[in-house]
């Protein structure tokens, strides 16, 4: 797969969290039976089995463990073994309670939930080291250990006085002294001007919590602190075991149900583990949404966490085999949807596709969150036979371990500047909405079936042709230095609103917006208006080889902007501000960047965008016509492509074949003329780069050679 591994991996991973401490030892063998069935062939091990390792403070029993590796390892299941920082056993919060945390009322937690403990407290960094430490001791050295998956969702952040302590070097480092800082966060407003650093406490609903660059700070601190933390969970590990690579779950999208608690710059955390991986929980089938607004959500975080690690795969850690338990309303995934949602994490570059969980728990609080294995306990059920047909699509394509998306256009999606945005003051506060902004531009993407990374202000933007960058709010240096080269270099860049507006520390830039960006897209910004849901502003197009004759709707939010070196595309139609331009170009030296000064509905951007695409010369992974809600991806090797046929709809959807000689990526059979997608349903086509070029007795010797590895696929099972 990579050569992070001890290993090479030439195969796609296949699994699931498996709890054995909460079986007894009569229930793995059929486990073991159930898993083979299901194709399964890793599983992560050990999450949350402290207190079943170390029952007693220095007491540990692996006797359990060592049983149930060597069981797996019999039958060729390999382990991702798990640290089990993230819940504490009963004991430690017993004699230790600084381990637990303190919320924002300066109150410490009673023991219980997970994730619950102080990343700061030295006693409990020194318990996670000596358990990482006895794990690796013992386990790091067997071969079928594949992975370290350190803790779980690491989340939060803890509020006690060593944390405060804690925060107060954090800010020392960062800014060196208290003028530094009182420059950056301009504490002259409202007489907060620190004159020690002992003033200075984390941002919370009973003090200070008003000041935004404070806020941001914090959140910095707390993403720091947790990537601290992870780090020093891994160099326990490495003590003993130096070959095994090691991540650590993340989890997001965007956190839309608890926004500050899943929240850390993934970006600079992805640094720091050997491959990343991700939770992913979307909510199907909801009215709240149609369902192609929810594949290409899932698309863009699939995209975000491939983005993060250019080059190499990424890993779904995380999936729910049918219902999740946790939404307000949690619908069975129907029919073919777990094979398409699986084969959709494949497809943007996933090299994994594993499920919480193996076995439904009888009790506590995810006892009713789907499972491979239902309380029925046998194999017998609809969402087992689609966890096996899953297994079956990942074990039938082999090849598609080494091949890499590709892609030449990125989308911006940056935390900090996420941060900032949310703590901002003005025009609409209760619809800021930077994950929808950068959804919306990012669907028309998908939409087309463009790859595309996600980026963020610190990337390297080499070998792009196509850039957005929706509501660029916070600049951070360097950032508007490598958009004009890329610009200046013949790129296209796409700005929205709100571009500009603050620096790095979210002081906003004196001179006025878009600040630094100004010369790039060649205007500047004089007020913004808001709009009441009810309101919408027309816009009217003044260019018909990028927007159609006609109207528009802006919604939410309008600027005022005024044209220095940039031309009007589109200009307002109603309101006080009617004729002004809303929409530019601005040729910048083999380049162009353009702006949009208003929240546009989606009919506008989709037009925008196909059009732009069209211009840069940036192709469709499948250049005929596709139906509406129907995608394709592409992974690449240097002499193949695995096509990814995906429908999303409810209905049966018919495309037809572009040139080239294709075979289904399963069967190994030829595909020609035009192919038929069931409802939810998916395809794989291998197409040989090389076949078009060379004979068809070189296509038959490949499709015969595809069969029969097939063949020797199913005759192992």
């Not at 839309?256 to 850390?264: I, L």
Request: charged fraction near 20%; aromatic fraction near 12%; proline fraction near 5%.
């Amino acid at each position: 797969m990579h050569s992070i591994w001890k290993k090479p991996i030439r195969h796609f991973l296949h699994g699931a969290d498996y709890y054995p401490e909460q079986w007894p030892s009569s229930v793995w063998k059929e486990d073991i039976r159930l898993m083979k069935l299901a194709e399964v062939n890793v599983v992560s091990l050990g999450i949350f089995a402290w207190s079943y390792l170390e029952p007693k403070e220095g007491h540990f029993d692996f006797g359990w463990m060592d049983e149930i590796i060597a069981l797996l390892k019999k039958n060729n299941i390999a382990v991702m073994l798990a640290t089990p920082s993230g819940a504490r056993p009963p004991w430690m919060a017993q004699r230790y309670p600084e381990v637990l945390r303190v919320d924002q009322q300066g109150i410490r937690n009673l023991y219980g939930q997970r994730e619950n403990h102080c990343l700061t407290s030295p006693v409990y960094r020194e318990k996670v080291a000596c358990i990482n430490g006895k794990l690796a001791q013992r386990y790091g050295s067997d071969d079928s250990v594949i992975l370290w998956h350190v803790s779980n969702e690491y989340c939060g952040a803890c509020h006690c006085e060593r944390c405060q302590s804690s925060f107060r070097q954090w800010l020392q480092q960062r800014y060196g002294t208290l003028d530094a800082l009182n420059a950056a966060w301009f504490t002259a407003f409202w007489s907060h001007r620190y004159t020690d650093w002992e003033q200075i406490h984390s941002p919370t609903a009973r003090g200070e919590n008003g000041l935004h660059g404070l806020r941001l700070a914090w959140r910095r601190y707390v993403s720091d602190q947790t990537i601290d933390f992870y780090k020093s969970e891994v160099a326990a590990i490495r003590v003993y075991d130096k070959k095994t690579p090691a991540t650590t779950n993340f989890h997001l999208f965007f956190n839309k149900y608890q926004p500050e608690y899943y929240d850390f710059d993934y970006f600079k955390f992805a640094k720091e583990v050997d491959i990343v991986s991700w939770d992913s929980y979307p909510l199907w089938h909801s009215t709240g949404q149609s369902e192609l607004t929810t594949a290409a959500a899932t698309a863009l975080v699939h995209d975000l966490n491939r983005s993060m690690k250019p080059g190499q795969p990424h890993l779904l850690m995380e999936c729910a085999p049918s219902q999740p338990n946790w939404h307000r309303v949690n619908k069975l995934k129907r029919p073919g949807m777990h094979l398409l949602a699986s084969a959709q994490a494949i497809a943007h570059g996933s090299n994994s596709v594993q499920y919480f969980q193996w076995r439904k728990s009888r009790g506590s609080c995810e006892k009713f969150h789907s499972a491979v294995v239902d309380h029925c306990g046998h194999e017998h059920t609809r969402v087992f036979s689609e966890v096996s047909e899953v297994g079956g699509m990942l074990k039938a394509t082999p090849d598609a371990t080494e091949s890499r998306v590709q892609a030449q256009v990125a989308i911006l999606y940056d935390w900090e500047n996420r941060w900032g945005i949310e703590d901002y003051q003005g025009f609409r506060n209760d619809r800021k909405n930077y994950v929808e902004e950068v959804l919306r531009y990012y669907q028309p993407l998908w939409s087309q079936s463009v790859s595309t990374d996600c980026i963020n202000q610190d990337s390297d933007l080499t070998g792009y042709q196509f850039i957005i960058t929706p509501m660029p709010y916070m600049l951070r240096p360097g950032f508007v230095e490598r958009l004009e080269k890329f610009v200046a270099g013949g790129g296209t860049l796409v700005a929205t609103h709100c571009a500009g507006m603050v620096d790095q520390d979210d002081l906003v830039f004196q001179g006025g917006q878009p600040g630094a960006l100004r010369k790039l897209l060649g205007l500047w910004v004089e007020e913004t208006d808001a709009l009441y849901d009810e309101e919408h502003v027309t816009i009217r197009s003044r260019s018909a080889a990028l927007l159609p004759t006609g109207t528009y709707q802006a919604r939410e939010l309008c600027e005022r902007i005024h044209l220095e070196t940039a031309s009007s595309l589109a200009e307002y139609a109603s309101e006080f501000y009617a004729g002004e331009p809303c929409a530019t170009e601005n040729r910048f030296g083999k380049g162009k960047a353009y702006y949009i000064a208003f929240r546009a509905e989606a009919a506008f951007v989709d037009e925008l965008i196909q059009k732009l695409l069209a211009q840069a010369g940036v192709a469709s992974n499948w250049p005929t016509p596709l139906p509406k809600g129907v995608n394709v991806q592409r992974r690449c090797t240097a002499t193949s492509d695995f096509l990814y046929l995906m429908n999303f709809n409810a209905d049966i959807a018919t495309l037809s074949l572009p040139p080239g000689e294709y075979t289904d990526a399963q069967s190994g059979l030829p595909v020609a003329g035009s192919l038929t997608l069931a409802p939810y349903g998916m395809q794989i086509l291998h197409h040989c780069k090389e076949v078009d070029s060379k004979s068809g007795v070189q296509a038959s010797l490949r499709t015969r050679a595809s069969r029969k590895r097939l063949s020797i696929a199913r005759a192992e099972s």
